[in-house]
């Protein structure tokens, strides 16, 4: 599986929906509103490299609202998946 970080400038009035149109995109897993130089951050996984261009150049970069993005490659991941779980150690429901 191929990952890729997509930093996401857009037009401000509009970005809930650009969320919205960019997390409905084949292959884009999550879409983050955050605060910072970027206003949104959407995650793409992928079967193959070529799939990036695709999802990418030709979808994310067509939503209206788009003014610029900026695509990270991932290497390796280093998170494990249940993060949920993960914080809850040490805690119990005993209160």
């Known amino acids: ?15 809930p929906e650009i969320a919205e149109r960019v997390s409905a995109i084949d292959g884009v897993t999550e879409v ?3 605060a910072g130089d970027v206003d ?6 992928v079967r193959a490299h070529e799939d990036l261009a695709d999802v990418i150049a030709g979808s994310v970069n067509k939503v209206p609202g788009i003014l610029s993005t900026q695509t990270l490659i991932a290497f390796r991941t280093y998170s494990k998946h249940d993060l949920e779980a ?7 429901d005993a209160g």
Request: aromatic share 10%; glycine share 4%.
């Open 1 to 15: 599986m191929i990952t890729a970080v997509v930093l996401i400038n857009a037009t401000v009035d509009a970005i």
């Open 40 to 45: 949104l951050v959407a995650m793409v996984r």
């Open 32 to 34: 983050y509103s955050v």
């Open 86 to 92: 993960a914080f809850a150690l040490g805690f119990d």
